[in-house]
């Protein structure tokens, strides 16, 4: 993870200067809602220049899954997917799991159908979603996308976060905040200065840091970790401390977390929209809230304890991980199946990382 030149570290409580910018409406406009889910685990190693959103197109990039008649077919995943699942939430339809990784079961059938391929190509931190006579036409590349009402999905996830999510949450002032990092990007930089700039960058822990320092230095932004993760982003602008709750903005409220990690934190903005980096998601394989028990860096029982201290005082319907499938439910439904989890995470014991474990 990138280390920039250590400035002074402030507090919570220093104060901010206005952002200004305009508000402008995504060019391609939301998926429907049904294929607005998540991704999960992914692995990958870039260096840290910028990302540029290019497909190789030459034959030793091709896929040992290119079959007899594949010169007709078109569109395929290549040999570099992670098996991370972003595609596979974003056209759950045209790609499915086949044998350990996501493959293209078979080509768009309609506009729809290949606007959501393109999502997909999009997203896809290692470009695995190819054609093989063309690149993906940007005039078809929908991030940022709107999930819900003043929420958007970054899309073009980074290798360096393992293909995490990123997410863009608009504040009642108009400006708006990130929620871990895209790619690096200038290009997309300026997609979402146009969307309405942002205030600030919100880390939900240390394995989504990576671009956090370009990024807000790029807006002006605030950049926002925890002490117990601080080493990953040791120039952060704002530094969330102990266990306490805390008001970083009207309605957008920390719930320091450990157990994924040391430093892992959940943003929760107006009791509706749950920011939760690796620490929950939502599982398609057992139908409910989750945590990732193979994937938990820290401490399975410093989860629990944390789950614990913090469930009570959680409220939101929208589950939107970093890893792992999204999920929208009645407040009090998911309150329900986080006490229930809760006591779950209470049962497990620690287990060694599993690289290959499943999200979904």
Known sequence: MPHGACVRVRSVTDPVGPNRYRREKTRAGPLPSATITAVSLGKGVRTHREERCTVDDTPEGRSAHETEGAEEAGWYVDERCTNCDVARQLAPDLIHEVDGRSELVRQPRDDAELRRLHAAAFACHTRSIRHRARRPDPLLDPFPLLIDDGVHLCGHNSTHTA?????????????????????????????????GGV??????????????????????????????????????????????????????????????????????????????????????????????????????????????????????????????????????????????????????????????????
Request: net charge neutral; charged share 30%.
């Open 163 to 195: 293909g995490a999510n990123s997410y863009l949450v608009r504040r009642p002032s108009g400006d708006l905040m990130m929620v871990d990092t895209p790619r690096w990007s200038a290009s997309l930089a300026d997609r979402y200065e146009r969307l």
């Open 199 to 360: 205030s600030d960058i919100l880390l939900t822990h240390r394995d989504h840091a990576a671009h956090g320092r370009r990024y807000a230095d790029r807006f002006g932004a605030r950049l926002w970790i925890h002490e117990g993760d601080l080493d990953a982003a040791p120039d952060a602008d704002r530094v969330l401390r102990g266990t306490d709750v805390v008001e970083i903005d009207a309605g957008m409220l920390a719930y320091p977390l450990p157990g994924h990690t040391r430093g892992s934190v959940l943003f929760v903005a107006e009791k509706r929209y749950c920011f939760s980096g690796d620490s929950l998601f939502w599982s398609r394989s057992t139908g409910d809230v989750e945590v990732a028990e193979h994937v938990t860096w820290y401490s399975i029982r410093e989860l629990a304890a944390s789950l614990t201290r913090t469930v009570d005082r959680l409220h939101f319907e929208w589950l939107l991980p970093g890893h792992g499938d999204r999920r929208h439910l009645p407040a009090r439904e998911m309150s329900d199946r986080l006490r229930r989890l809760t006591a779950r995470t209470r049962d497990m014991a620690p287990r060694p990382v599993d690289f290959d474990a499943h999200r979904w």
